[in-house]
T-cell receptor
């Protein structure tokens, strides 16, 4: 079974600085997707970024970028120029892309990292 | 921008009562999901729904739970006889295709007393 591990329960960063959140996963599959979702205090789950495993190029979305290391099964999120509005729980999630399986609908989640932004 | 909506935002109920949580997925999406997040714990998958039937469910999704798409827009999760341990945030999500990104609603915070 696939698992997702976020080893940092909490991280803090000074406003305008850069922070990296770690995520590792375990899978025997070669085809999958990885996601970072943000959950602010409102508790809504907001997609930050998505990475397809078959793509070597790291995904970027404005100030958010990932470092996807497939061999190491690592998927870290880098937030540049941190802003107060970035304060939230950040969840890493995995989803199988193996179409032959009939059980790849679900997202498998890490435990989350609480990001604190210091003004 | 289209978004998933959920009602109610908060629900308080007595143990043993039935609750129905409602979701309106993004209009052109075909796949629908329920997840829950007990306070301080990981997000857990409950069920996925496609073409008017359950496509996948987790061990959590036992006979106390059911889902329904009663009309062309709503997607509901029913808990027949709530237990204290059902207290959680329940998220609805939808996606346009089987492998497309799942977009989440704002959640319903359920408290069972």
């Amino acid at each position: 079974a696939q698992t997702v591990t976020q080893s940092q329960p909490e991280m803090s960063v000074q406003e305008a600085e850069t922070v990296t959140l770690s995520c590792t996963y375990d899978t025997s599959e070669s085809d999958y997707y990885l996601f970072w979702y943000k959950q602010p205090p409102s508790r809504q789950m907001i997609l930050v970024i998505r990475q397809e495993a078959y793509k070597q190029q790291n995904a970027t979305e404005n100030r958010f970028s990932v470092n996807f290391q497939k061999a190491a099964k690592s998927f870290s999120l880098k937030i540049s120029d941190s802003q107060l509005g970035d304060a939230a729980m950040y969840f890493c999630a995995y989803r199988s892309a193996v179409l032959s399986r009939n059980s790849n609908y679900q997202l498998i989640w890490g435990a989350g990292t609480k990001l604190i932004i210091k003004p | 921008e289209p978004e998933v909506t959920q009602t109610p935002s908060h629900q308080v109920t007595q143990m043993g009562q039935e609750v129905i949580l409602r979701c309106v997925p993004i209009s052109n999406h075909l796949y629908f999901y329920w997840y829950r997040q007990i306070l301080g714990q990981k997000v857990e998958f409950l069920v996925s729904f496609y073409n008017n039937e359950i496509s996948e469910k987790s061990e959590i999704f036992d006979d106390q739970f059911s889902v329904e798409r009663p009309d062309g827009s709503n997607f509901t999760l029913k808990i027949r006889s709530t237990k204290l341990e059902d207290s959680a945030m329940y998220f609805c999500a939808s996606s346009g295709g089987r492998l497309e990104t799942q977009y989440f609603g704002p959640g319903t915070r359920l408290l069972v007393l």
